[in-house]
């Protein structure tokens, strides 16, 4: 593999960190070079926070550029629309099927991108697009706070890297009382995979 790059974009609270944590260290003990760069931006109050993650057989630096995304995981539905021009015409968009208005819709200051427009302009793009139900899933399993590990459950899939590597990793970077449950997160994500 010459190089991968992968997008990390959330809201504050979804653990896009942590899953841009895990994904590196999978990346590195894959055999990779990796590099990770981290925005946090208003992370404590809902804000957005990416995360740039990079792996290559050699990688020099750690921001991606605009339209060289491989895969964009989009934590939720409006991150999908301020993040997609990173995104490489044909590139990969994962993304967790739920919205999280942020206040200037709540306070009627803007309007919320409904399906249709979200699709349009994914449509231009790329094709290669799966919503993922993560938050659906994740409350099934008793803990709203896995979704992301849902989506890497997902993203997984689309990489030859086998499930028994992330499964030690998320053993590794998670709490040990939280170990199973993640595990589990992975697993079903892992499924959904197209």
Request: charged share 20%; glycine share 10%; hydrophobic share 45%.
């Amino acid at each position: 593999m010459n190089k991968t790059d992968f997008l990390l974009a959330g809201v504050g609270g979804q653990g896009t960190l942590l899953a841009s944590n895990i994904l590196a260290e999978v990346g590195l003990r894959a055999g990779y070079d990796v590099k990770k760069s981290e925005v946090h931006g208003m992370a404590q109050r809902g804000g957005s926070v990416t995360s740039h993650v990079r792996w290559g057989n050699k990688v020099y630096s750690p921001l991606i550029g605009q339209g060289e995304v491989d895969y964009l995981l989009s934590f939720e539905r409006l991150e999908t629309m301020r993040y997609i021009e990173h995104l490489r015409p044909g590139g990969t968009v994962l993304i967790n099927d739920h919205a999280m208005p942020p206040i200037s819709v709540t306070a009627g200051k803007d309007i919320y991108p409904d399906d249709k427009s979200l699709q349009d302009v994914l449509a231009q793009v790329t094709p290669n697009v799966q919503f993922v139900p993560a938050m659906t899933i994740a409350e099934e399993l008793g803990n709203a706070r896995v979704a992301n590990i849902v989506l890497l459950g997902v993203l997984s899939a689309h990489l030859d890297i086998p499930a028994e590597v992330w499964l030690s990793v998320i053993a590794d970077m998670v709490p040990a009382k939280h170990v199973a449950l993640n595990q589990t997160a992975f697993k079903k994500g892992r499924t959904l995979a197209k």
